[in-house]
């Protein structure tokens, strides 16, 4: 496992580390059990702080693709296993998004929009809640 960072991109350090993390993870590099290394030796690799390491790690906690524990570090959870699955259905829809002649702006949105879609009410359910 290799941690990669930018120091030159406008994108701040903490998320381009948790960025390599969660592409490993989707690439298979990373299983769930595997340890990520120390904050303070990734933090000595890449010459940064060992707090955006640490920043970096809690954000992936977050999302639930990494388990924090004192004294056993980092680990990749268990609920992270099925984003291997999720990058391959992803790069299937790329590509097949890719050979229509969609761009990957009109993909995102089109993603963003299907997503938007499923988590707003509907109209009927909206008029079921205003009702008495």
Same mark, same amino acid.
């Given at each position: 496992?290799?941690?990669?960072v930018?120091p030159d991109?406008?994108?701040?350090?903490?998320?381009q580390?948790?960025?390599s993390?969660?592409?490993?993870? /989707? *690439?298979?590099?990373l299983?769930?059990?595997?340890?990520l290394p &120390? %904050?303070?030796d =990734?933090a $000595?690799?890449?010459?940064?702080?060992?707090?955006t390491?640490?920043?970096?790690?809690?954000r992936?906690?977050?999302e639930?693709l990494v388990?924090?524990?004192?004294g056993?570090?980092?680990v990749?959870a268990?609920?992270a296993?099925p984003?291997?699955e /999720? *990058?391959?259905?992803i790069?299937?829809l790329?590509r097949r998004? &890719? %050979?229509?002649? =969609?761009? $990957?702006?009109?993909l995102a949105?089109?993603?963003?929009?299907?997503?938007?879609?499923?988590?707003e009410?509907?109209?009927?359910?909206?008029?079921?809640?205003?009702?008495p």
């Amino acid at each position: 496992m290799l941690i990669r960072v930018d120091p030159d991109s406008p994108r701040a350090l903490y998320d381009q580390v948790a960025a390599s993390v969660r592409s490993d993870i /989707l *690439a298979g590099v990373l299983a769930p059990g595997d340890r990520l290394p &120390a %904050a303070r030796d =990734v933090a $000595a690799a890449l010459d940064i702080n060992q707090h955006t390491v640490l920043h970096a790690y809690q954000r992936l906690r977050d999302e639930g693709l990494v388990d924090l524990r004192r004294g056993r570090g980092a680990v990749i959870a268990a609920s992270a296993a099925p984003l291997a699955e /999720l *990058a391959h259905d992803i790069d299937g829809l790329v590509r097949r998004a &890719a %050979a229509l002649g =969609v761009s $990957a702006d009109t993909l995102a949105g089109i993603i963003q929009s299907h997503r938007d879609d499923r988590t707003e009410p509907t109209r009927s359910e909206t008029r079921e809640e205003d009702s008495p």
